[in-house]
């Protein structure tokens, strides 16, 4: 079971030694992607996620990692008119895609957990990511079969091309059930 966590936003990076193994995470996804791209198997899946990024339904550009002054590394985004900017020029949301498509690319899992999706995406980018997710589950070309979400939004929630479950206390007793129409209306209230 692969766990995506809620802190999804790109720092600041001192570029790691080559010595120095990094694992995949929103504070080292630059040199994450830096290390990677130096093995076989690692450049494929490093190529992969730009691939996706840069494709509908996202569009988000073109991904480099390049070094910058003082030691630091950087990963720019090429938009469509050709200027690049730093990933933290481009907004948290975007930061966000691109870690959680470095996340999923990188796992061996069948299982994949992705806390409050929704985290600084607009609704329109929330239905892109859920639509691109099952589109994952559904191709079966990779290793993951299911993905489960927790959200409070309801543009997520209240889709129903998957199957929802819903976890309420009632009497200090932890519930899940299928949601009714009436408790995603109660939930989601706008």
Known sequence: FLRIPPD???SRE?????DEKVDLSAKTLKNWLFQSTHDQTGEKIVRDVIQQFNSKPFNHGNVSIVRTGKDEIEALIEGKNGLK???????????QILTILAYISQAN??????EELEINLSPETQGKLVTSLLELVNSKSGPVRQIFLTTHSPHIGK??????????MENNETLVKKPTEADLRHFFKN
């Open 8 to 10: 999804r936003f790109v």
């Open 14 to 18: 001192k570029e790691a030694s080559r």
């Open 85 to 95: 900017l730093p990933i933290g020029r481009r907004g948290s949301g975007v930061q």
């Open 109 to 114: 899992s069948p299982f994949v957990g992705i």
């Open 159 to 168: 889709r129903n091309e998957a199957q929802r479950r819903g976890v309420w």
